[in-house]
């Protein structure tokens, strides 16, 4: 790795660390540098994990205000994210290579139209109010991040946005408590995933600890500016970079 690519990797991981707190869709900014750079797809994903658990946590540090009250919560719907993106990992170091990069441009896809439908989704869920037949999440919303740590731990990006809409429906809550949750959960799933990783699948660490010191200093960021930035030009962005990803890796 260059200097130069060095530098673009440590952006990256600054960038998906704010977007991470506020949006929920780093990896798509981190995963296409990663690939730019000459990373085989695998390889980055799981050093991309690594790397975003520190951000990830800072993130779960500047939005602890919000985040009082909701013990039973988090750990009713972190048991599932924990198991959830156990198994995400686990499939991820079985499943054959060529099998994730098959499924990885859909799933980017997917990720992307979660992006650009988010805003819709708040909105349905502020008309609606929220339901839920548990004060800490329904058997349902249960259900739902476990399948989400799934999608999380075998590849992550918008795993945030996914997180968010489920909470937005089977919830009744303010949404910069639920994101503190939403970042919480995420911590969680990258968090194992990336030490199952550690000892299960290739690491390129230099690519890991760049990603890991941008995202902190990312997190920090985000936690601080998430409420005033405006998110139709970070959502364009995110959808710029995530077409650059997809077609990185059909072409190659």
């Given amino acids: 790795m260059t200097p ?19 949006v929920g869709s780093g990896t798509l900014i981190t995963f296409p540098v ?5 990373l ?37 719907l972190g048991l599932a994210s924990l198991l959830g993106g156990l198994l995400g990992a686990y499939l991820l170091t079985q499943l054959p290579s060529a099998a994730f990069t098959a499924i990885v ?18 909105r349905a869920v502020a008309a609606r109010g929220g339901l839920t037949a548990h004060p800490d999440g329904s058997p349902l919303l249960v259900a739902g991040v476990f399948l989400s740590g799934i999608y999380g731990g075998y590849f992550g990006a918008a795993q945030g946005v ?3 809409a489920l909470m937005g429906i089977l919830l009744r809550d303010e949404l910069q408590r639920m994101n503190a949750v939403k970042n919480v959960l995420a911590a969680i799933v990258n968090g194992v995933a990336a030490i199952f990783f550690m000892f299960t699948a290739s690491m390129d660490w230099l690519a890991a ?9 990312g997190g920090l960021i985000g936690a601080k500016v998430g409420r005033k930035l405006p998110p139709v030009a970070l959502r364009g962005l995110i959808v710029v970079v995530g077409l650059a990803a997809v077609t990185k890796l059909l072409v190659s």
């Fill in 162 to 164: 996914l997180l968010l």
């Fill in 4 to 22: 130069w690519e060095g530098l673009a990797v440590f952006a990256a991981g600054a960038g998906a660390g704010t977007i991470n707190v506020i």
């Fill in 40 to 76: 085989p797809p695998v390889t980055a994903n799981v050093s991309n994990t690594l790397g975003l658990v520190p951000g990830s946590l800072s993130g779960v540090v500047g939005y602890r205000r919000e985040l009082a009250g909701q013990r039973g919560r988090v750990v009713r």
């Fill in 34 to 38: 990663l690939l730019a750079v000459g």
């Fill in 209 to 217: 600890l760049l990603i890991a010191v941008g995202s902190t200093l």
């Fill in 105 to 122: 441009p859909v799933l980017i896809l997917l990720a992307l139209v979660l992006v650009v439908i988010q805003p819709r989704v708040a």
